[in-house]
T-cell receptor, first 112, second 111 residues
Framework: KNEVEQSPQNLTAQEGEFITINCSYSVGISALHWLQQHPGGGIVSLFMLSSGKKKHGRLIATINIQEKHSSLHITASHPRDSAVYIC??????????????FGQGTILTVHP | DAMVIQNPRYQVTQFGKPVTLSCSQTLNHNVMYWYQQKSSQAPKLLFHYYDKDFNNEADTPDNFQSRRPNTSFCFLDIRSPGLGDAAMYLCATFTPFHGYTFGSGTRLTVV
């Protein structure tokens, strides 16, 4: 079973700050997913990455396969970024669409 | 442009009364999932399909059934809802290129 650890569990920031959320996993994977969930809402997939770095708007995700670590960065944070951010990985050796193991989530609150 | 559509957004059902949640997708993705998410918990996989190949998680209660009549539609049937089945139910699709696309979810209340 792949263990997925996220840090921090809670994060409070002021608008405009640079945010970093970390994710570590225990077993090699084909890809890692970053997801966003607003309170009471559905889930939005932010990134799927298997190597290197991806950028979408103010969001940047990086992964280091050797160190089994990924980070999600938010530049110039905004109150609308307030949400739960979840890191998820498929099973080791499994297909990339297999059952995901989820991190416990990071609750981000950005104050104006 | 919603690509994975779940109906209804909110569903109230009576204890023991069968209920069906629906999911449709315009993406033509082969893989579809049903997840259950309770408050402050991570989503829990109930079922997934690869095309019509159905995969039932070992710990999914028998009370939960699923149907996928075609690529576009997938249904979650709860035969006799209990109070413990109140949750957000999430439908999702997957492709290796696009990754996951989730619907907005159906929040089920059991009264």
């Amino acid at each position: 079973k792949n263990e997925v650890e996220q840090s921090p569990q809670n994060l409070t920031a002021q608008e405009g700050e640079f945010i970093t959320i970390n994710c570590s996993y225990s077993v090699g994977i084909s890809a890692l997913h970053w997801l966003q969930q607003h309170p009471g809402g559905g889930i939005v997939s932010l990134f799927m990455l298997s190597s290197g770095k991806k950028k979408h708007g103010r969001l940047i995700a990086t992964i280091n396969i050797q160190e089994k670590h990924s980070s999600l960065h938010i530049t110039a944070s905004h109150p609308r970024d307030s949400a739960v951010y979840i890191c998820a990985v498929p099973p080791r050796g499994g297909t990339s669409y297999g059952k995901l193991t989820f991190g416990q989530g990071t609750i981000l609150t950005v104050h104006p | 442009d919603a690509m994975v559509i779940q109906n209804p957004r909110y569903q109230v059902t009576q204890f023991g009364k069968p209920v069906t949640l629906s999911c449709s997708q315009t993406l033509n993705h082969n893989v579809m999932y049903w997840y259950q998410q309770k408050s402050s918990q991570a989503p829990k996989l109930l079922f997934h399909y690869y095309d019509k190949d159905f995969n039932n998680e070992a710990d999914t209660p028998d009370n939960f059934q699923s149907r996928r009549p075609n690529t576009s539609f997938c249904f979650l049937d709860i035969r006799s809802p209990g109070l413990g089945d109140a949750a957000m139910y999430l439908c999702a699709t997957f492709t290796p290129f696009h990754g996951y696309t989730f619907g907005s979810g159906t929040r089920l209340t059991v009264v």
